[in-house]
């Protein structure tokens, strides 16, 4: 059976969990406590070098790493990810925006004020993070305020990636009363068939 590493916390592993999930896929999921270091040892190294969760072991023995490389892997032939040229490079788009304008900061400064044990230079920058957090957050408000999806008129991956921490931004010390329409798509997003929460495994 397909095999995904996880973290029940983790934003990340939770795009593949609920992709998944809603594509009816069965999975086994292992759990690896990352403050503990689970994802550091030679073992899972020697197959995910890069030491992080979300990773996936498909039925063949292929194994993937990076969540949103694995959730369009997966979306691939589905309603999830539009078969249209520029529909797909909407959906990448999304998808390279919320690793590099979106996560590093949101998720980071989450991770940061959920486990204030954990010793991190990137507290010495969090309110600058917290800006560019901001700032992303204003891009996805600009685009939701006169669309009810990332990209065409259906969810899609694109959905799901920004969702994800966007929905959780709130144990970081985001505050979403700014944003009404990022409110409402969080609001849509919910609502979609078999739609599970972060911390439902
Ligand atoms: N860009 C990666 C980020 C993955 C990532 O940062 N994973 C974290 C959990 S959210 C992790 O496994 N951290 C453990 C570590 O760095 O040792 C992705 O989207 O999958």
């Not at 009816?24 to 550091?40: A, N, V, Y």
């Not at 078969?83 to 788009?93: G, L, P």
């Amino acid at each position: 059976m397909l095999r995904l590493y996880d973290y029940l916390p983790s934003g990340n592993g939770y795009k593949v969990r609920l992709l998944l999930t809603q594509l009816g896929i069965p999975f086994e999921r292992i759990e690896l406590d990352i403050l503990k270091g689970l994802t550091r040892t030679p073992e899972f190294l020697a197959k995910f070098p890069n030491g992080r969760i979300p990773a996936v072991e498909l039925e063949d023995s292929k194994l993937l790493f990076e969540s949103n490389a694995i959730i369009t892997y997966f979306a691939e032939g589905t309603p999830f990810l539009p078969d249209d040229k520029y529909n797909r490079a909407q959906v990448m788009q999304w998808l390279f925006f919320e690793q590099y304008s979106h996560e590093p900061y949101i998720a980071s400064v989450r991770f940061l004020v959920m486990y204030p044990q954990v010793s991190d230079d990137r507290r010495m920058i969090i309110d600058f993070m917290r800006r560019r957090g901001h700032d992303g957050l204003g891009v996805m408000e600009g685009h939701l305020k006169s669309h009810d999806w990332f990209v065409g008129q259906h969810y899609s991956i694109a959905d799901i990636a920004l969702y994800a921490y966007t929905n959780v931004a709130g144990d970081g010390g985001f505050d979403l009363s700014a944003y009404p329409s990022i409110r409402a798509w969080l609001e849509r997003v919910k609502s979609q068939p078999k739609h599970i929460p972060i911390t439902q495994g």
